[in-house]
């Protein structure tokens, strides 16, 4: 997973003098809210910043948070966008002391993000490396441990028309895996069997022994986590690529 949020300016300052507030600074506000996933990091540091903006609040505060905006993803055209907007509601003079800070954070021209990069911000999970057994798959593939203790767990990104060669988990009992989507659109799709589209949330279960194989679609990059389900004798057998003509059917189904 994504690193997490961690302060210690709250124990550093005022630990001796104030350590309540100290351990609500540090444990609650940033340890506990800015790490809740059910809004994103870059969307919290927007809120933050219109939220100082229209209390007036152009201090050394907003400074750092105009610094964490911009380690959350936020580009210097959307942080000019955002204090503009904002300079509506907030004030003109306002907008001036914020638009101050905000050159000196973003003075330098950042590169623009790769296509890996873009998706890495719209995906709780880490996305990785390059698959080790990134030969069985055509395009690249990306790979990262989520979980190596009580249940296997890997997040598998695809880049856009990535996919695996068809493959079978086989087993003596159990076995098998299961693939939750997390980002972007992709397919799954068992020997003899229709395709099955994939897209955030969706979750598919593959028994041992059935030759199956997934990825990306040809448009979009694509994320899952695949489980690895408990059993005996436990192996992979990888096959025969998947061919053009067989993706690109696929990849014509609305």
């Not at 997040?155 to 856009?160: Q, S």
């Not at 589209?197 to 990825?215: D, F, L, Q, R, S």
Request: hydrophobic share 40%; net charge negative; charged share 25%.
């Amino acid at each position: 997973m994504k690193e997490k949020i961690k302060q210690t300016a709250g124990r550093e300052k005022l630990e001796v003098f104030a350590p309540e507030f100290a351990h609500f600074n540090d444990d609650v506000l940033f340890g506990e809210n800015w790490n809740n996933t059910d809004i994103d990091l870059k969307t919290r540091s927007i809120i933050v910043i219109s939220v100082f903006m229209g209390r007036g609040l152009a201090d050394s505060s907003l400074k750092y948070h105009l610094l964490t905006a911009k380690k959350h993803g936020v580009t210097k055209k959307e942080i000019a966008a955002i204090i503009t907007h904002a300079a509506f509601y907030a004030g003109w003079p306002m907008a001036w002391a914020v638009f101050n800070m905000a050159k000196e954070v973003w003075a330098e021209d950042e590169p623009a993000l790769t296509e890996k990069e873009a998706f890495q911000q719209q995906i709780l999970f880490d996305i990785g490396d390059i698959n080790p057994v990134n030969q069985y798959f055509t395009g690249d593939s990306y790979l990262s441990v989520v979980s190596d203790s009580q249940v296997t767990c890997f997040n598998v990104t695809f880049e856009p028309g990535c996919r695996n060669f068809w493959h079978t988990h086989h087993a003596k009992r159990g076995g098998g895996q299961m693939l939750i989507c997390v980002g972007g659109e992709g397919w799954y799709q068992e020997w003899g069997k229709e395709p099955v589209k994939m897209t955030p949330g969706t979750v598919v279960h593959i028994p041992a022994e059935v030759k199956h194989w997934h990825g990306a679609s040809d448009s979009s990059w694509f994320a899952h986590l695949a489980f690895e389900i408990d059993g005996e004798e436990m192996s992979n057998e990888w096959q025969e690529p998947v061919d053009e003509e067989t993706y690109a059917k696929v990849n014509a189904l609305v």
